[in-house]
T-cell receptor, first 115, second 113 residues
Framework: GAGVSQSPRYKVAKRGQDVALRCDPI?????LFWYQQALGQGPEFLTY????????KSGLPSDRFFAERPEGSVSTLKIQRTQQEDSAVYLC?????????????FGQGTRLTVV | AQSVTQLGSHVSVSEGALVLLRCNYS??????LFWYVQYPNQGLQLLLK??????LVKGINGFEAEFKKSETSFHLTKPSAHMSDAAEYFC???????????FGGGTRVLVKP
C-alpha cells in the first residue's frame, strides 16, 4: 500500500473489554513497531517485529498486552481486560530494513478510549 | 537507557521569525537522531535524520538540525516560520545496536500571523 494503515481509527471500550488493533505496514517492509502515545506525551516503544519474529517486547506494560505478526505482514496488537490507563493513541510504524537508522513510516494511529 | 529531552513543551513564534526547537540526548555513544512532525490526527512524518555522515542535516520544508556531540544536542531550526509549520515536533534517538526509537516529550509550535 501507499502508507501504513491502521484500523480502527477510533475505539471506545468499556473497562474490562478486550480490544484488537490492526496494522497494515507498507508492503515489503521488514520491520514493524508498535508505540503507545499518551495524551500530551511522546510515543513510547511497545514492541518490535522483524518479519514474523517478535524480537523485542520489552515495552509492553503488562501481560494484558499481546502482539503478533504471524505471516510477517499484518500485525495485531491485542489488549485484554482493558483499563482506563490503557487510553492512548497506538501508533504502528514500519521500515524497509532492520537497521535502526532506517526511516520508520508511521500510521495515523488508533485512538483507544477506555470508559 | 537512552533518554531524550525537549526543552519547552510549547513554543510560539511569529510568521517569518526563526523557529528553534531544542533536543538533548543522554547516550555517551552518539545515537541515530531524528526529528518528526505530527499534525493533528495524523501519524508522525520524518523531517530529517542524523546518521553520522554530516553534523548539519537538512530536511524537508526548510528545516535543518545540527548535531553537537560536545553538547549532546540536536536542535531543530527553520529561518522563517510559516503558518503551515504549526504542529507538534518530536525528537527521537535510535541506538546503533537496537531498533526502537526513544522519543522526547514533544514541542507544540504555534505560529502567529
Amino acid at each position: 500500500g501507499a502508507g501504513v494503515s491502521q484500523s480502527p481509527r477510533y475505539k471506545v471500550a468499556k473497562r474490562g473489554q478486550d480490544v484488537a488493533l490492526r496494522c497494515d505496514p507498507i508492503s515489503g517492509h521488514v520491520s514493524l513497531f508498535w508505540y503507545q502515545q499518551a495524551l500530551g506525551q511522546g510515543p513510547e516503544f511497545l514492541t518490535y517485529f522483524q518479519n514474523e519474529a517478535q524480537l523485542d517486547k520489552s515495552g509492553l506494560p503488562s501481560d494484558r498486552f499481546f502482539a503478533e505478526r504471524p505471516e510477517g505482514s499484518v500485525s495485531t496488537l491485542k489488549i485484554q481486560r482493558t483499563q482506563q490507563e490503557d487510553s492512548a493513541v497506538y501508533l504502528c510504524a514500519s521500515s524497509r530494513l532492520r537497521a535502526s537508522n532506517t526511516e520508520a513510516f508511521f500510521g495515523q494511529g488508533t485512538r483507544l478510549t477506555v470508559v | 537507557a537512552q533518554s531524550v529531552t525537549q526543552l519547552g513543551s510549547h513554543v510560539s513564534v511569529s510568521e517569518g521569525a526563526l523557529v528553534l526547537l531544542r533536543c538533548n540526548y543522554s547516550s555517551s555513544v552518539p545515537p541515530y537522531l531524528f526529528w518528526y512532525v505530527q499534525y493533528p490526527n495524523q501519524g508522525l512524518q520524518l523531517l530529517l535524520k542524523y546518521t553520522s555522515a554530516a553534523t548539519l542535516v537538512k530536511g524537508i520544508n526548510g528545516f535543518e538540525a545540527e548535531f553537537k556531540k560536545s553538547e549532546t544536542s540536536f536542535h531543530l531550526t527553520k529561518p522563517s516560520a510559516h503558518m503551515s509549520d504549526a504542529a507538534e515536533y518530536f525528537c527521537a534517538a535510535g541506538e546503533a545496536a537496537g531498533n526502537k526509537l526513544t522519543f522526547g516529550g514533544g514541542t507544540r509550535v504555534l505560529v502567529k500571523p
